[in-house]
């Protein structure tokens, strides 16, 4: 057969002669690569993706969210936007994985039944305890209000910010934070070699918790849960002894059991009931539902006629279950919480990373670092503000001297030549600074014209004010921790909400 123009053309492959290569093989101990290999594959999950860290109580992925729809402007007074849309800005610009893991993170702060303080304001199926939300094609979503208090301010160099993952954009590395989200909404982590798990609280008391430490710094686990007597589960519920969760508050790790809220009431004319109203949390009714009929069927519980599941979005659990004549409704419910998920074991491991590194914390702990963080962001916003208002005090300083000869000031721009023959002249004869005098001449003359002294003085009085307070605050240690206090008061104010999880006896 006959080559064609190119088989006839092509050439042996040549490649580097044994001793040619052009690169250098270097002989490594195989248990020490592997080692060092693992723990910065370790390092990578802790930091970047398991962990929250203690300050704001958020992992990267849930900072990413929230940071990114307040730059994308979703505020809660703004309309809704397709959750898709927020998930491919998410990950085009901050966070370089899957998107489902983003919708997944996107979806939990939106559902009141997982978080104690929902930071993300849902529109449509956001999914129930039994089933998953639809696809985010199909939702919306918006940051709610109690999210803005917790990005707001971090444009005044509140909080540091580090390169996103290519380097081109900045994101923050924690969020301001204005109260203990880690404790309010708890979480849950398994990163390599740890995990965490962390049990929501009610926000009204873990700020007073916070208050109370800030004036006494010394204070014991006894006299803080004075304040937070126990976690305050979003799904209500009811504690069964506090041991677990004194362990908890003292060392960072203890389990305690959480009971359904269950009624005894009369369901039909002649018979007797159970009425399930709040399960453990993340129980759904489907599962406790299915577990009964499991144990009714196998015979291993007595006394049960029938089992209706009439829960819905609107009115919440509502299983209802039958009770056969001649058995006795409380001892029907002891075997079911003996039995069923209607009683459930919660652990707490309070792992958190404070100064990006893994600490097991108790309550006191928890509190503390997110003091100390408070304390750095009114410190620093102080120093934001009180620089702002000494730049701005610096221009109303030499526009009052401007408008005292106003048709001077325009004489001499029009007379000048260029730009910096009018630049010197003004700064001599009006003793202005460069500053001063590139403002005056950057402005219209028309706007120029049109200022009034009496504005400017008032303005002047106002920034000379500004500046004294937060002179004063920046002085004063104890004037920084009154601020911090005093604005955890107007949080609680604004969000907290009565207990839903009842302290039962052991």
Do not use: C
Request: charged share 25%; no cysteine; hydrophobic share 40%.
């Amino acid at each position: 057969m006959a080559k064609t123009p190119t088989q006839s053309k092509a050439k042996k492959p040549t490649g580097p002669k044994p001793g040619e290569y052009p690169g250098k093989i270097v002989d490594i101990d195989v248990s020490q690569e592997v080692s060092e290999s693992f723990l910065e594959y370790a390092y990578s999950v802790i930091y970047s993706r398991a962990l929250p860290d203690a300050r704001d109580g958020l992992k990267p992925v849930h900072r990413r969210i929230l940071h990114q729809m307040a730059d994308m402007g979703l505020r809660p007074e703004r309309g809704h936007v397709k959750s898709a849309r927020v998930v491919g800005e998410v990950m085009g610009k901050l966070h370089p994985h899957g998107d489902g893991a983003i919708y997944d993170a996107l979806v939990r702060m939106a559902q009141s039944f997982s978080m104690r303080l929902p930071l993300i304001d849902g529109h449509g199926n956001f999914g129930s305890l039994d089933a998953g939300p639809a696809a985010m094609r199909y939702t919306e979503a918006r940051l709610a209000t109690a999210a803005m208090a917790m990005v707001a301010e971090a444009d005044e160099n509140t909080v540091d910010f580090g390169p996103n993952y290519d380097g081109q954009l900045s994101e923050p590395l924690v969020l301001p934070a204005a109260y203990p989200n880690l404790l309010v909404n708890g979480g849950s982590g398994i990163a390599v070699g740890m995990a965490t798990n962390m049990a929501p609280h009610n926000l009204g008391e873990v700020i007073a918790a916070t208050k109370f430490l800030i004036d006494n710094p010394s204070a014991t686990i006894k006299a803080l849960m004075k304040y937070i007597p126990g976690p305050d589960f979003p799904t209500g519920g009811e504690l069964v002894g506090l041991e677990g969760v004194r362990e908890a508050y003292a060392t960072g790790k203890g389990s305690f059991k959480v009971r359904a809220t269950v009624e005894i009431e009369k369901v039909t004319s002649r018979k007797m009931g159970l009425v399930i109203k709040e399960l453990p949390f993340t129980i759904g009714p489907e599962k406790v539902v299915e577990r009964i009929a499991a144990l009714v069927k196998a015979k291993k519980i007595q006394g049960i006629s029938d089992i209706i599941d009439l829960t819905d979005g609107q009115t919440g659990t509502n299983v209802v279950i039958e009770i056969k004549n001649g058995f006795e409704p409380e001892k029907v419910l002891e075997q079911l919480y003996a039995l069923t998920p209607m009683e459930d074991a919660f652990s707490i491991n309070a792992v958190a990373l404070v100064k990006g590194r893994p600490q097991t914390l108790g309550l006191k702990e928890l509190l503390k670092v997110f003091i100390d963080h408070r304390i750095e962001v009114v410190r620093r916003r102080s120093e934001f503000r009180k620089a702002k208002a000494q730049a701005r005090l610096t221009l109303v300083d030499g526009l009052l001297k401007a408008i005292i000869d106003i048709d001077k000031v325009i004489k001499i721009i029009r007379a000048s030549d260029d730009a910096a023959t009018a630049k010197e002249k003004l700064m001599k004869d009006f003793k202005l600074n460069d500053e001063q005098v590139t403002y005056i001449l950057d402005m219209p003359l028309r706007r120029l014209t049109k200022m009034s002294k009496l504005e400017l003085e008032s303005e002047q009085k106002e920034l000379k004010s500004i500046i004294t307070e937060l002179t004063a605050l920046l002085k004063s240690d104890d004037a920084i921790k009154a601020k911090v206090s005093e604005e955890l008061t107007a949080v609680s104010k604004s969000f907290a909400t009565p207990r839903k999880t009842r302290i039962g006896a052991a």
